[in-house]
C-alpha cells in the first residue's frame, strides 16, 4: 500500500508530516509513503498580514481541494492553521500527540526573559492574540508587524533591529532548534499568554470514504491531546473566530476532569476577555461552546 501525503513546502510543514510519516511506519512498516509538497495562497502571499488577506484557510484551501479529487490520500496540517468549517467531503482523522502549545519569546542574548526588556523594547509578531497578550502584561512594549516561516521570523531579530520575536515553542521544538540558537529562549506560560487553539496539535485530514486510512491512523491516537483539540476548537468555533481578532484557548486534563481557558478580545484590543470553565473529558465539547457564550456576553 502507498499513501500520497500533502504538505506545504516550508521547512516546518515537511518536518511536521515527515513525523506523522515515521510514527505510522513504526507501526506499519510495509506501508510505502509519498509526500506531495502543495502552494498555498497564504505562502505564495508573504508581504501582507494575515488578517488583511483573508480568513483561516489560508494555508489550506489548495491542500484541501487536492484531497476531494483523490490527487492526495491525506493531508498533515498545523490544526491551529485550519477553519472550524470543513469541505463536506473531508473530515479529520485520529489526532496524534501534541507538542509544547506554549508561544515562546526568542530574545536578543543581553536578555533572558520578557521581564529583562527594556522601556519600549521592540518585539515582532504578526498575531493580534500575541500582540495583545505582551501588552497587557507589558504596556510599554512596541510591538513591530512581522511575517514569514520560523528561520525568516528569528532573522528579523538582526535585520529589523528588534529585542526579540513570538513563536510557537511547538515549531522551534520539531525543527529542533532550540540548541542551535544564538539567542534566548523564554517560555510564555499561560498566565502571561495562552496559546491558540490547538497550537501543537497536528491535524491529519482525510476524506469521509477512506476508512481505510482511519484504520492505520487509530494506530499514533494520542487520546488526550485529542479532548484538549475537542475542547479547544469548540471554543474557537463558538466565538466564531478567524484571524481577524485575538482569539486564545487551552484545555488542562487532570484525571477525568478538564480545565478549559479561553480568551477573547475586541479586533482592537480595547477589551480582552479571559474566562475559565471545568467539567468532565466526556462534556469537553460542551464546555468549549459554553465557555465560548460567556465570553460573548461579557465582550459585548
Known amino acids: 500500500m502507498k499513501i500520497v501525503v500533502g504538505s506545504r513546502g516550508s521547512k516546518l510543514a515537511l518536518t511536521q508530516t515527515n513525523w506523522v510519516i515515521d510514527e505510522i511506519k513504526q507501526r506499519y512498516p510495509q506501508i510505502q509513503f509519498e509526500v506531495k509538497i502543495i502552494s498555498t495562497k497564504g505562502d505564495r502571499i508573504q508581504h501582507i498580514a494575515l488578517d488583511k488577506i483573508g480568513d483561516k484557510g489560508l494555508f489550506v484551501k489548495e491542500i484541501e481541494e487536492q484531497l476531494i479529487s483523490g490527487d492526495i490520500d491525506m493531508a498533515v496540517h498545523s490544526m491551529k492553521d485550519m477553519s472550524t468549517e470543513m469541505p463536506d467531503e473531508l473530515k479529520f482523522s485520529y489526532v496524534p500527540k501534541r507538542e509544547d502549545y506554549r508561544d515562546v ?20 509578531t504578526g498575531s493580534k492574540r500575541r500582540k495583545y497578550q505582551l501588552l497587557q502584561y507589558r504596556d510599554d512594549l512596541n510591538i513591530v508587524p512581522i511575517r514569514g516561516n520560523v528561520e525568516t521570523r528569528i532573522n528579523k531579530i538582526e535585520t529589523e533591529n528588534l529585542h526579540g520575536v513570538v513563536l510557537a515553542s511547538a515549531g522551534i521544538k520539531r525543527l529542533n532548534i532550540q540548541e542551535k ?6 517560555y510564555l506560560n499561560e498566565d502571561i ?4 487553539p490547538a497550537q501543537g496539535i497536528l491535524a491529519l485530514e482525510i476524506r469521509k470514504d477512506r476508512e481505510d486510512l482511519e484504520e492505520i491512523l487509530k494506530s ?3 487520546k488526550n491531546s485529542s479532548i484538549q483539540a475537542v475542547a479547544e476548537r469548540a471554543f474557537l468555533k463558538g466565538v466564531n473566530g478567524g484571524c481577524h481578532v485575538p482569539i486564545g484557548a487551552i484545555c488542562n486534563i487532570n484525571k477525568d476532569n478538564i480545565e478549559l481557558i479561553g480568551l477573547l478580545g475586541k479586533e482592537d484590543g480595547s477589551k480582552i476577555i479571559r474566562k ?10 460542551k464546555i468549549g461552546h459554553e465557555l465560548a457564550e460567556i465570553v460573548l456576553k461579557e465582550i459585548n
Not at 475559565?276 to 465539547?285: C, M, Q, R, V, Y
Open 105 to 124: 519569546l526568542i530574545l536578543n542574548k543581553k536578555y533572558n526573559s520578557i521581564d529583562d526588556l527594556p522601556m519600549n523594547a521592540k518585539i515582532g
Open 181 to 186: 540558537l544564538d539567542y534566548n529562549i523564554f
Open 193 to 196: 499568554m495562552l496559546p491558540s
Open 220 to 222: 499514533i491516537e494520542d
Open 276 to 285: 475559565s470553565l471545568s467539567g468532565k473529558i466526556e462534556d469537553a465539547e
